[in-house]
């Protein structure tokens, strides 16, 4: 299958690159801030879409679903950009951000290949009303349609699909871009 090659090298790829961003990394405090404020944005965004999606049980249309296809890798882009920031430096910034647009288009078209396959018209049709990536408010009908599938926020779905190990794996990993910072203060590297 085309994109194939995406779900062996997104994970595969993101160690390495990691330990690039954090050599490259020149942080402050006040970037770590700034950056984890947004890198929050990003969290709640995907923990709105988690809340609401049910994988493999149903197309979700509504939530942050009649928005954009891809609200949980648009939350991803926030993270992103959080990171970026938080690094402190145009190479670190330079090395996540190539990350996500070498990746994360790939992983859009694979998936929305697989729902295509799977849900076929009724996708087709939503993907008619409903941008992409970039988030776009639904008017009045197509709000009344894509909620037709009666999907809302669960904490339960939330939990069922793991979406706190986001929140877990940002705060770890800005105490790495902190941790990053403490010693290129105290010992110039």
Same mark, same amino acid.
């Given at each position: 299958?085309?994109?194939?090659?995406?779900?062996?090298?997104?994970?595969?790829?993101?160690?390495?690159?990691?330990?690039?961003?954090?050599?490259?990394a020149?942080?402050? *405090?006040m970037?770590? &801030? !700034?950056?984890? +404020?947004? $890198?929050?944005?990003?969290l709640?965004i995907?923990?709105?879409?988690?809340?609401?999606?049910?994988?493999?049980e149903?197309?979700?249309?509504?939530?942050?679903?009649?928005?954009?296809r891809?609200?949980?890798?648009?939350?991803?882009?926030?993270?992103?950009a959080?990171?970026?920031?938080?690094?402190?430096?145009?190479w670190s910034?330079?090395?996540?951000?190539?990350?996500?647009?070498i990746?994360?288009?790939a992983?859009?078209r694979?998936?929305?290949?697989?729902?295509? *396959?799977?849900?076929? &018209? !009724?996708?087709? +049709?939503? $993907?008619?009303?409903?941008?992409?990536?970039?988030?776009?408010?639904?008017?009045?009908?197509?709000?009344?349609?894509l909620d037709?599938?009666?999907?809302?926020?669960s904490w339960?779905?939330?939990?069922?699909?793991r979406?706190?190990?986001?929140?877990?794996?940002?705060?770890?990993?800005?105490?790495l871009v902190?941790?990053?910072?403490?010693?290129?203060?105290?010992f110039g590297?």
């Amino acid at each position: 299958m085309a994109g194939g090659w995406v779900t062996r090298w997104r994970v595969r790829a993101g160690y390495p690159l990691a330990i690039v961003y954090i050599f490259l990394a020149t942080p402050s *405090a006040m970037l770590i &801030a !700034a950056g984890g +404020a947004i $890198a929050v944005i990003g969290l709640v965004i995907r923990a709105a879409a988690a809340g609401n999606l049910r994988k493999l049980e149903t197309l979700t249309t509504s939530g942050t679903y009649s928005w954009t296809r891809n609200p949980l890798y648009f939350g991803s882009s926030f993270l992103v950009a959080g990171f970026a920031v938080a690094g402190g430096s145009v190479w670190s910034a330079l090395v996540i951000i190539a990350y996500f647009l070498i990746f994360y288009p790939a992983v859009m078209r694979k998936e929305e290949a697989e729902l295509r *396959a799977r849900y076929g &018209a !009724a996708f087709d +049709a939503y $993907a008619a009303r409903v941008p992409l990536f970039f988030p776009r408010p639904p008017n009045r009908i197509e709000r009344t349609s894509l909620d037709a599938n009666g999907g809302s926020f669960s904490w339960r779905q939330y939990r069922r699909n793991r979406e706190y190990q986001a929140g877990l794996g940002t705060v770890g990993a800005l105490a790495l871009v902190w941790l990053r910072m403490y010693v290129r203060q105290r010992f110039g590297r």
